[in-house]
Structures are given as C-alpha cells and as structure tokens.
C-alpha cells in the first residue's frame, strides 16, 4: 500500500500552463505504476495519463495528447503532471493513482490506491 498527495491544481485561463505533482509514499513505492485520473462535476472518472514503474514507457488518453506530458522523479518520489494549451473542457478535479497491475494502467478498476484529488479549473 502506497499514499499520494496531489499538488498544483488551481483556476487558469484558456491556453495556459499548470503543473501537478503527486507524492508518492510508502515502503515499496518504486514498484508501483502512477497514473492521472480526472473527474469533472456529473461525468465520470477518466484516464489522463499514466507512466511505468521505470520511467520507461508513458501512455496518455487521445484528449490530451500532445498537450500533456507525464514525468516521474523516482529520487523525488514524485510524479508530475505537465499541462500545456489547457481548455475548458480540462475543468476536473484531478486524482493521482497508484497500481501494481502494470497491464491495464488505463483501466480505473485497475488502481487500488488513490489520492484526494485537487481542483483545475480553466476559464474561457
């Protein structure tokens, strides 16, 4: 078991950059796959983005490829959130989560530890 804390969320205008950070925690963090969720108010959770326990292989849903990129900094333990050109549409509250099931890491159902979420709101 592994705990995450989110960070960097906040309200920004159409085209611009927000940063989010997730901490991640725990005895055998290293060996979990983290991945970005996002929920918006009356929808449900969706993939954003997520990278492999190494470092090595990084997957994004098609909405926001291009626009966001994912990094790890496993000195840090942290995993970061890069998002570029965001749009309205970004508006969620925005999870990190953590799983050992390194196959389906765009499968919510796949995640057994989450963090508590925060807050990016774009304006238009």
């Known amino acids: 078991q592994v705990q995450l804390v989110e960070s960097g969320g906040g309200l920004v205008q159409s085209g611009d950059s927000l940063r989010l950070s997730c901490a991640v925690t725990g005895r055998t963090s290293s060996r979990y796959a983290v991945g970005w969720f996002r929920q918006a108010p009356g929808k449900e959770r969706e993939f954003v983005a997520a990278?492999?326990?190494?470092?090595?292989?990084?997957y994004y849903a098609d909405s926001v490829k291009g626009r966001f990129t994912i990094s790890r900094n496993s000195a840090q333990r942290t995993v970061s959130l890069q998002m570029n050109t965001l749009k309205a549409e970004d508006t969620a509250v925005y999870y990190c989560?953590?799983?050992?099931?390194?196959?389906?890491?765009?499968?919510?159902?796949?995640?057994?530890?989450w963090g508590q979420g925060t807050q990016v709101t774009v304006s238009s």
């Open positions: 990278m492999s326990r190494d470092g090595d292989h990084e």
């Open positions: 989560a953590a799983t050992l099931d390194y196959l389906r890491v765009k499968l919510r159902r796949a995640y057994h530890d």
